[in-house]
């Protein structure tokens, strides 16, 4: 289960994508979540996903 605080969700997920998921669709399939709630979520602390680094900046 993915943390539902916007920050802890931050640490969470460029972790999981550093670690084990080589972009950030295949994560969203794994954990079985839509990639755009991820991007809306984390876009409200000012943070967008970068596919040349895998991470969200």
Do not use: G, H, W
Not at 22 to 51: G, N, V
């Amino acid at each position: 289960m993915m943390p539902k605080d916007p920050v802890m969700l931050l640490s969470y997920v460029n972790t999981q994508l550093r670690d084990f998921y080589p972009s950030l669709a295949e994560f969203c399939a794994a954990m079985e979540t839509e990639e755009s709630d991820l991007r809306e979520k984390l876009a409200l602390i000012d943070y967008e996903y970068d596919e040349k680094t895998n991470q969200f900046v």
